[in-house]
């Protein structure tokens, strides 16, 4: 005996177009939503990734530096502002403090990169303290500097990969034209270090002429008191400090108008989605008054009607949301690709996070909504009048 | 009808399925290795061939193309081993594809190569018959890089072909006919000037078997 459900099932398939039409509403409404969602959730993940992996949640920078540092990056370390070493043996007695690291960027201009050259950037990390801030760093190939002032590079990932490094070569600092063994080469981190050459500092020291540092890296006890320890690094002179969870409210706060503005757009397919859905049951059961009326003369209960119908709407936006959901699974990545090209900063990582609950929860809004929008269409298919429906159409 | 009710719910059960799978695959971290692209294609292009109108770029590997085989009969045919941790099978290589209007007019490709003190990227510009119109070293780390770059040391390679470098051996750095004649403008760079020419003939084989012997010509 046929079932309830494959009636059902047979009912949309009689007006294939009309269905697939109001399937594709929900699916795209459906893959909207869920890609919503997992990029909420994908967005705050992945830079929190990239702040826990700074590992330090606080730098302390000579003040204008960090607009420096850009600029740095696209000419060269000239006009860059140094601070004194001797300031990170001081931030260290704060009692908040637990870890404290001093870094040196510089930049060599390479003229043989590219056709108007390029830009070398190094990072002077303190052997003693900068490892012991990234304990998550993995090793590809060999480990960090045997000496803290050994003529010796760790390369990330990528930087090593592009200089086609392996432990035991060389490289060679443009302009300086001093030669570095790779004594390391780390496995990726999907994090811009996977990028940076690091170099002992007293040895990048040595070889751009200065005695100072650009960066102080401050990792904070863990209860401790972070905005009051940057109320006390503020009145260091002529310093400036840069707070991670700072970076990210900020971060956050932009991306929120952005993303107030696509969850408005998936409340409104939803909506038409919907509509959608209403249109099509509502249409179907008034196409077909004569049989829901022989049903009933049959002995069919407006209840059973009211399932029947009820159960279309079901099958329509399961299939949809199902389907639209895979094809947000399925686009993640092109998703991710396009979301990085439309927002002005995007951390490392996959943006768009769609895991099963996520997806559960989408179907389960999209199933919702569309069952509410079939209460109408069901309601009024329960309602109809055998004897008065059989004499209209015939 | 029971049937054709139970074929549609298949279809869209197995639909669901393969996307599932679909996504499986493709969100798999693709940590390949590195290719070898121009920094600027649309200036670059121009510079290398003025007369183009625009360029098509496809991508080859080793993996794809012929897998282990291919690798093989490439080494034998570079008389050199890939070694590295980043020369690999799975390299992915840029060809351009040079037009002018609708004709195509030649190709670019260019090959990572280790430098002395780091990467060294050679790209040649090759007319449709793998003959070299063009020399190009896009990188390379080294005191003498300036002289390596030169367009004189690159005006040496014009007219090249396949057949001029085939017997190059870049094991030993010795090679007969033009390969020889080619002059080393930095001698304290040795080391840099064999990665050149090793990269060179890599950069040939390479175009050969993606391009000139593929079938019909049509990579």
Redesign the interface.
């Known amino acids: 005996m046929i079932s309830k459900n494959q009636i059902a099932f047979k009912n949309l398939f009689r007006k294939k177009a009309r269905t697939l039409l109001t399937l594709v509403g929900i699916m795209l409404s459906s893959w909207v939503l869920v890609s919503l969602l997992g990029f909420n959730r994908g967005y705050e993940n992945a830079l929190n990734h990239d702040i826990e992996n700074m590992g330090y949640q606080l730098m302390v920078m000579a003040k204008g530096c960090p607009y420096e540092a850009a600029t740095m990056m696209l000419q060269g370390g000239t006009g860059l502002r140094y601070i004194e070493q001797s300031m990170a043996d001081s931030i260290m007695k704060e009692p908040e403090v637990a870890k404290v690291t001093p870094i040196l960027m510089q930049a060599f201009f390479d003229p043989n990169k590219g056709t108007s050259g390029g830009i070398a950037g190094y990072f002077g990390v303190d052997p003693a303290t900068f490892p012991a801030m990234k304990p998550f760093f993995r090793f590809r190939q060999g480990g960090w500097f045997r000496d803290p002032s050994a003529a010796e590079a760790v390369m990330g990932y990528e930087a090593a990969e592009l200089e086609q490094r392996e432990v035991g070569d060389m490289i060679l600092v443009p302009e300086k034209n001093v030669q570095l063994k790779v004594v390391g080469i780390m496995e990726r981190t999907g994090s811009q270090d996977d990028g940076t050459i690091f170099v002992p500092l007293k040895t990048l020291q040595k070889i751009s002429g200065i005695d100072k540092i650009t960066t102080i890296g401050i990792k904070v006890n863990k209860d401790a008191d972070t905005a009051e320890l940057e109320n006390k690094l503020y009145k260091l002179q002529d310093v400036q400090v840069v707070s991670f969870s700072q970076v990210k409210q900020t971060i956050m706060k932009l991306i929120s108008t952005a993303r107030v503005m696509v969850l408005s757009i998936a409340v409104i397919a939803i909506i038409i989605a919907m509509v959608g859905v209403i249109n099509t049951i509502l249409m179907s059961v008034l196409e077909r008054m004569q049989e829901i009326g022989i049903l009933k003369t049959m002995g069919a209960m407006p209840w059973d009607i009211f399932r029947l119908v009820w159960t279309e709407t079901l099958i329509l936006c399961a299939c949809g949301g199902i389907a639209g959901i895979g094809l947000a699974v399925t686009f993640a990545r092109a998703t991710d690709v396009l979301v990085r090209r439309i927002l002005p900063y995007a951390p490392s990582g996959g943006l768009v996070a769609i895991d099963a609950r996520l997806a559960l929860l989408t179907l389960a809004i999209i199933v919702t909504v569309g069952l509410l929008s079939g209460l109408y269409p069901a309601w009024k298919a329960g309602r109809v009048r055998p004897l008065e429906s059989i004499r209209r159409e015939g | ?2 049937n ?2 139970r074929m ?2 298949q279809r ?1 059960t197995n ?2 399925f393969q ?2 799978l ?2 499986l695959s ?2 798999m971290p693709a ?1 390949a ?2 290719g070898c692209d121009l ?2 294609p649309d ?2 292009v121009a ?1 290398l061939f003025p007369d183009s109108s625009g360029y098509r770029t496809f991508y080859a590997s080793i993996d794809k193309r012929g897998g282990e085989p291919l690798l093989r009969k490439v080494e034998k045919r570079l008389g050199d081993k890939f070694h ?4 690999t099978i799975d390299v992915p290589y840029t060809v351009y594809e040079v037009y002018s209007g609708k004709k195509k007019v030649g190709y670019i490709h260019g090959v ?9 990227q050679v790209f040649v510009a090759l007319d449709l018959e793998g003959q070299i119109k063009s020399f190009y070293i ?6 003498w ?2 002289k390596l ?1 030169d367009p004189k040391f690159g005006r040496q390679f014009m007219g090249l072909t396949l057949k001029d470098i085939e017997k190059y051996d870049p094991v030993t750095g010795k090679g007969p006919g033009r390969v020889a004649d080619l002059k080393n403008p930095a001698p304290e760079a040795e080391t840099d000037f064999r990665a050149a020419l090793r990269a060179l003939k890599k950069n040939l084989v390479l175009m050969d078997e993606f391009v000139f012997s593929a079938k019909g010509g049509n990579p």
């Open positions: 009808m029971e054709s009710i549609n719910i869209m639909l669901i996307s599932l679909l996504f493709t969100a940590f290795a590195v920094n600027d200036r670059d510079r590295g941790i980043y020369e990572n190569q280790k430098g002395q003190f780091g990467g060294i896009q990188k390379m780390t080294s005191q890089a300036n770059r």
